[in-house]
């Protein structure tokens, strides 16, 4: 079935260093994505999001990219710190709707 | 202004028990989701409720079942309680500026439910 995914579970980055956190959707129809990062113990906080008419956007030490031709959404990271250290997720709105679909989550530790 | 509030943080139930799950979300909030997370499965869908409505609702048998008060706020219930049903349960509410506009949604702490 159709679903958001990620290429890769743990990333590992030294602190100071950026940090790009993939994610490939598959339904062409998807018109809104959103990146949450969670902590232990905590439920997901939403970081940024973006549109499927922009590209890019950019938050504070955070920027989303999104290339609807390869359907593939990044979450990059700058100057990464200790507390980045969590677990990210991609989600996706399908057509308007109401129902977020996740990836399966990218955990990333940041080394001091 | 306060955030999503879901209670109660932790419950332990045993099989075949019921559990109903609370969930405050943000003033002036009307869509209020529900998710349920595993590390096995992790963060699915349940069902969505819209002004007292359910409008939304995943792939989840129909011993979950919620519903929206007139205040917005939603309770979810897990009937006939089985293992498997161990899980962070998540509330999430979104504001909607206008029909069909997506907005981003935030969530509550969530409930860890066990079943034992």
């Known amino acids: 079935g159709e679903s958001v995914g990620l290429h890769l579970p743990t990333l590992s980055v030294q602190e100071g260093d950026n940090s790009i956190i993939n994610c490939a959707y598959s339904?062409?129809?998807?018109?809104?994505f959103i990146w949450y990062k969670q902590e232990s113990g905590k439920g997901p906080q939403f970081i940024i999001d973006?549109?499927?008419?922009?590209d890019k956007r950019q938050g504070q030490r955070v920027t989303v990219l999104l290339n609807k031709t390869v359907k593939h959404l990044s979450l990059q990271i700058a100057a990464t710190q200790p507390g980045d250290s969590a677990v990210y997720f991609c989600?996706?709105?399908?057509?308007?709707?109401?129902?977020?679909?996740f990836g399966g989550g990218t955990r990333l530790m940041v080394k001091p | 202004k306060a955030g999503v509030t879901q209670t109660p943080r932790y419950l332990i139930k045993t099989r075949g028990q019921q559990v109903t799950l609370s969930c405050s979300p943000i003033?002036?909030?009307?869509?209020v989701s529900w998710y349920q997370q595993t590390p096995g499965q992790g963060l699915q869908f349940l069902f969505e409720?819209?002004?007292?409505?359910?409008?939304n609702k995943g792939n989840f048998p129909g011993r979950f079942s919620g519903r929206q008060f007139s205040n917005s706020r939603s309770e979810m219930n897990v009937s006939t309680l089985e293992l498997g049903d161990s899980a962070l349960y998540l509330c999430?509410?979104?504001?909607?500026?206008?029909?069909?506009?997506?907005?981003?949604?935030?969530f509550g702490q969530g409930t860890r439910l066990t079943v034992v």
């Open positions: 003033s002036g909030h009307r869509s």
């Open positions: 999430a509410s979104r504001a909607e500026v206008r029909p069909g506009m997506n907005t981003e949604a935030f």
């Open positions: 409720y819209f002004s007292e409505t359910q409008r």
């Open positions: 339904n062409s129809a998807s018109d809104y």
């Open positions: 973006i549109r499927s008419n922009m």
């Open positions: 989600a996706e709105i399908r057509n308007a709707g109401n129902m977020l679909t």
